[in-house]
């Protein structure tokens, strides 16, 4: 089942699926679980990598300089050497190691691509194709450990995106402490609850109109 398989059981996803129809029992709303392992492959920064690695690289050879380590007389081209050495380890470490390359990439551009790569799958997935428009995309992107949930224009218009916030911290903090499918399937049913809250009751004709099925975005690392 793709990436999904590698972060959670069988039974997980079996109980975060109950999650999603038994909080469809009550409203009319349509919950659509996605996971993606990371929102972008981030391999841009493996240049960032490399402009560190230049840099240590350089300073090891200051400090060598500065604490009197002579076996030899340092030269132009042992410095060259070494930031040209520490560039290409800053560059290939990162370039194999996806966490490492995580850790380098600024908060502000993980945010940029979730947002982006949240409203993509909120289109791939037709989250809008619902007769009334209340479908809901809960976008979960496991390794930067962000959560979007994007409702469509008839929940957007009545429950503030205020109110969404405990729904994402639920699954924030589930994640954090190891407690991924606890966080989540307290996430579906919270928004169950908030639907039902601001009076999107379940009709008598309502139909399932988008899949129960948990969406696997897989992996860019």
């Known amino acids: 089942m793709g990436i999904l398989s590698r972060y959670f059981s069988t039974t997980d996803l079996t109980e975060i699926k109950l999650a999603v129809q038994e909080a469809e029992k009550k409203t009319s709303g349509e919950i659509v679980p996605y996971f993606a392992e ?17 840099g240590l690289g350089g300073f ?37 190691l996806s966490g490492l390359r995580l850790t380098i990439v600024p908060f502000g551009a993980k945010k940029f691509f979730v947002n982006l790569k949240s409203k993509e799958a909120f289109l791939e997935e037709e989250v809008f194709r619902t007769s009334n428009r209340t479908g ?34 639920l699954i924030v903090q589930g994640m ?17 609850n908030l639907l039902v809250k601001y009076g999107l009751h379940i009709q008598k004709d309502d139909k399932n109109e988008i899949s129960d099925e948990i969406r696997d975005g897989g992996t860019q690392l």
């Not at 391999?43 to 690695?53: A, L, R």
């Open 60 to 96: 090891v050879l200051f400090l060598m300089d500065q604490f009197g380590f002579k076996s030899w007389d340092y030269g132009a081209l042992d410095s060259v050497v070494f930031v040209w050495s520490g560039a290409f380890i800053g560059y290939i470490l990162p370039y194999f």
């Open 136 to 169: 809901i995309l809960i976008y979960i992107s496991l390794r930067e450990k962000m959560v979007r949930i994007l409702p469509d224009t008839a929940i957007a218009k009545i429950v503030p995106q205020s109110d969404w916030e405990e729904a994402v911290r």
């Open 38 to 54: 990371a929102s972008h492959h981030y391999k841009e920064w493996n240049w960032f990598g490399s402009f560190i690695g230049g």
């Open 176 to 192: 954090k402490s190891n407690q991924k499918k606890e966080g989540i399937v307290a996430s579906v049913l919270f928004c169950g």
